[in-house]
Structures are given as structure tokens and as C-alpha cells.
């Protein structure tokens, strides 16, 4: 059964600041992998969605990278800003019959 | 807004108590869901529908009814709750069944957050 992680739960930066949101997964043979967004009170918004045969995506500041052998993707985020304090969650997808499973999420919060 | 209406927004309710979540959307997606989201838990997929037909019930509880009675609409009926059933409930829909396996647009609504007391 696949397990999705995400560490540490909870982050904390100041404005500008180039970081990196952690996945990792169990079971390595993914069909995707996709970032969402949640902002508090509200739904997920897709950030960015890789699929297994690619290493990354980018999208403005966001890049999303994946490592299938090592069952890990990073997602990140350059010259970080206010406005991107948000829940981030990753989720897989394990193979064409699976549905997506959810990392509990990273709450980011970015300090003017 | 994302074109995906859930009410109410908040409900607390009593043990005892009956009530119902209302979810609408206007994009002509023919897949509807319902998603929990407790504290400190992924997300989990609790009911798909698909052409107003219930294709998934991830084993939830009895005390949990949805109701789908065309594509644009889906409900979830709440009664005899837990206070372990509190969470945030979240709506979505997709195009088709895809969305749920990551294959096209997962589209949100911003979800009901429930309290039983």
C-alpha cells in the first residue's frame, strides 16, 4: 500500500527565501505525481503535476523535481513571498488503476 | 471562486442531530466527489460518482449518505454522528473519472467544516 510523507509539517522562512517542500513514497513504481495548494479555508489548487517519465516541472517559481529509484520529490519554491503561506500537499498516483493518495501536507508560512 | 459551491461553509451539529452538504458545480464535469480531511490525516476519498452514479464507496460509514440526483449537484447527508467525524468535507469534480487518478483537473470547492459535538 503506498505512503505518501511529507516532513517537517509545519515551516516557517522569511520573504525571499529560496526553499524546498519534501515527498517521499513507499512504493517507487508511480504513475504521477502531482503538488497541490490549500489555502486556508478553502479547497486545493493544482500547482504542477509530473509524470513518471519526467524529472521535473516548472511553472513561474515553482519547479517540482522526481526521483522515482529514490521515492522522493521536491518541490521548489524561489524568492518566496507572503503570499505563498498555503498548505502544500503531494499526491500519487501508484499505477493506472490508482488513485491519487495524499501526504498529509507542509504548512508554509512566510514572514514579510 | 473555482466553480465549485459547497454549504454551508461551517455546520455544528449534535450527535442526534440530521443535516445535509450541498455541493454544486457549473463546469460540466461529469465526476463528482466527496474528500474528508481530519486533522493530521491525508486526505481521503470517500464517495465517487460518475454520471450521477455511485461508482466508489470507500467503506464509510452508514451514517454518511451521499445523494447525487444529476451531474452538476451532490449531497451528503449526515445523521447520528461522531465526534471523530469532524473534519473539513471537501467537494470536487473533474471532467471525468480521470481527475481522481491524477489524469486530468481535480477541481475543489473550498469544503464544509464540520463539528459534532
Same mark, same amino acid.
Given at each position: 500500500?503506498?505512503?505518501? =510523507?511529507?516532513?517537517?509539517?509545519?515551516?516557517?522562512?522569511?520573504?525571499?527565501? &529560496?526553499?524546498?517542500? &519534501? #515527498?517521499?513514497?513507499?512504493?517507487?513504481?508511480?504513475?504521477? +505525481?502531482?503538488?497541490?495548494?490549500?489555502?486556508?479555508? @478553502?479547497?486545493?489548487?493544482? +500547482?504542477?503535476?509530473?509524470?513518471?517519465? *519526467?524529472?521535473? *516541472?516548472?511553472?513561474?517559481?515553482?519547479?517540482?523535481?522526481?526521483?522515482?529509484?529514490?521515492?522522493?520529490? =521536491?518541490?521548489?519554491?524561489?524568492?518566496?513571498?507572503?503570499?505563498?503561506?498555503?498548505?502544500?500537499? #503531494? /499526491?500519487?498516483?501508484?499505477? /493506472? &488503476?490508482?488513485?491519487?493518495?495524499?501526504? @498529509?501536507?507542509?504548512? +508554509?508560512?512566510?514572514?514579510? | 471562486?473555482?466553480? $465549485?459551491?459547497?454549504?454551508?461553509?461551517?455546520?455544528?451539529?449534535?450527535?442526534?442531530?440530521?443535516? %445535509?452538504?450541498?455541493?454544486?458545480?457549473?463546469?460540466?464535469?461529469?465526476?463528482?466527489?466527496?474528500?474528508?480531511? !481530519?486533522?493530521?490525516?491525508?486526505?481521503?476519498?470517500?464517495?465517487?460518482?460518475?454520471?450521477?452514479?455511485?461508482?466508489?464507496?470507500?467503506? $464509510?460509514? %452508514?451514517?454518511? %449518505?451521499?445523494?447525487?440526483?444529476? !451531474? !452538476?449537484h451532490l449531497f451528503l447527508h449526515l445523521h447520528t454522528l461522531q465526534p471523530e467525524d469532524s473534519a473539513l468535507y471537501l467537494c470536487a469534480s473533474s471532467q471525468d473519472l480521470g481527475g481522481v487518478y491524477g489524469a486530468n483537473v481535480l477541481t475543489f470547492g473550498a469544503g464544509s467544516r464540520l463539528t459534532v459535538l
Amino acid at each position: 500500500k503506498q505512503e505518501v =510523507t511529507q516532513i517537517p509539517a509545519a515551516l516557517s522562512v522569511p520573504e525571499g527565501e &529560496n526553499l524546498v517542500l &519534501n #515527498c517521499s513514497f513507499t512504493d517507487s513504481a508511480i504513475y504521477n +505525481l502531482q503538488w497541490f495548494r490549500q489555502d486556508p479555508g @478553502k479547497g486545493l489548487t493544482s +500547482l504542477l503535476l509530473i509524470q513518471s517519465s *519526467q524529472r521535473e *516541472q516548472t511553472s513561474g517559481r515553482l519547479n517540482a523535481s522526481l526521483d522515482k529509484s529514490s521515492g522522493r520529490s =521536491t518541490l521548489y519554491i524561489a524568492a518566496s513571498q507572503p503570499g505563498d503561506s498555503a498548505t502544500y500537499l #503531494c /499526491a500519487v498516483r501508484s499505477g /493506472a &488503476n490508482s488513485k491519487l493518495t495524499f501526504g @498529509k501536507g507542509i504548512t +508554509l508560512s512566510v514572514r514579510p | 471562486e473555482t466553480g $465549485v459551491t459547497q454549504t454551508p461553509r461551517h455546520l455544528v451539529m449534535g450527535m442526534t442531530n440530521k443535516k %445535509s452538504l450541498k455541493c454544486e458545480q457549473h463546469l460540466g464535469h461529469n465526476a463528482m466527489y466527496w474528500y474528508k480531511q !481530519s486533522a493530521k490525516k491525508p486526505l481521503e476519498l470517500m464517495f465517487v460518482y460518475n454520471f450521477k452514479e455511485q461508482t466508489e464507496n470507500n467503506s $464509510v460509514p %452508514s451514517r454518511f %449518505s451521499p445523494e447525487c440526483p444529476n !451531474s !452538476s449537484h451532490l449531497f451528503l447527508h449526515l445523521h447520528t454522528l461522531q465526534p471523530e467525524d469532524s473534519a473539513l468535507y471537501l467537494c470536487a469534480s473533474s471532467q471525468d473519472l480521470g481527475g481522481v487518478y491524477g489524469a486530468n483537473v481535480l477541481t475543489f470547492g473550498a469544503g464544509s467544516r464540520l463539528t459534532v459535538l
